[in-house]
């Protein structure tokens, strides 16, 4: 099946810094992805919809100056946390749809922590 | 807001068939439904989604009523590594912007 990679996997940070999360299609071409959060014990919140050569669609109440969000490419999409803060700490999933549109695939998440 | 709803947790007898509901009342008509399910600390893993027609693979069985208003996740013979979150969510297959919202889910227990 599909494969969708995450880097890092995990990431501890002081506050104050930014943090770039990568987020890649292996063996498909991803013409929209998405970023979600996760805080514990809770659903999957969705963040922003990219996608490629286009500007990210945020959704309401996510800065879109503090989570910037670059699809630069049919593979990769990146989500930097620009001057983090421990609130920002949470489980960060990216999630592709392929060309075909019919199944969306996730990644594996990274865990951020911010000291 | 979600446009699905179900129960946020279940227990299943180890070997059992675990049936997990899922109410979208408001689906449209060119919405499919999808399941996946999220073991801890994990990302989502896609299972199985349909349209109106029954679908089995090789992990599960999805069974949409007529009305299209609610479906039903089978796994057949639970297992241990079945215990995880189940969600399932409608959306429009293709790209571009679409508002997926994820639900609570429900926590399946697979019980020795």
């Known amino acids: 099946g599909a494969v969708v990679s995450q880097h890092p996997s995990r990431v501890i940070c002081k506050s104050g810094t930014s943090v770039k999360i990568e987020c890649r299609s292996l063996?498909?071409?991803?013409?929209?992805m998405f970023w979600y959060r996760q805080f514990p014990k809770q659903s999957l919140m969705l963040m922003a919809t990219?996608?490629?050569?286009?500007?990210?669609?945020?959704e309401q109440g996510v800065e879109k100056d503090k989570f910037l969000i670059n699809h630069a490419s049919l593979t990769l999409s990146t989500l930097t946390v620009t001057s983090a803060h421990p609130e920002d700490s949470s489980f960060y999933i990216c999630s592709a749809i392929s060309v075909s549109g019919k199944r969306q695939f996730f990644g594996p998440g990274t865990r951020l922590t911010v000291l | 807001d979600a446009k699905t709803t179900q129960p946020p947790s279940m227990d299943c007898a180890e070997g059992r068939a675990a049936n997990l509901p899922c109410n979208h009342s408001?689906?449209?008509?060119?919405?499919?439904v999808y399941w996946y399910r999220q073991i801890h600390s994990q990302g989502p893993q896609y299972i199985i989604h349909g349209l109106k027609n029954n679908e089995t693979n090789e992990m599960a069985s999805l069974i949409i009523t007529e009305d299209r208003k609610s479906s039903t996740l089978i796994l057949p013979h639970a297992t241990l590594r079945d215990t995880a979150v189940y969600y399932c969510i409608v959306r429009v297959p293709g790209g571009g912007y679409q508002k997926v919202t994820f639900g609570t889910g429900t926590k399946l227990q697979v019980i020795p």
């Open positions: 990219s996608n490629e050569g286009s500007k990210a669609t945020y």
């Open positions: 063996d498909f071409q991803a013409t929209t």
């Open positions: 408001t689906i449209s008509g060119n919405e499919y």
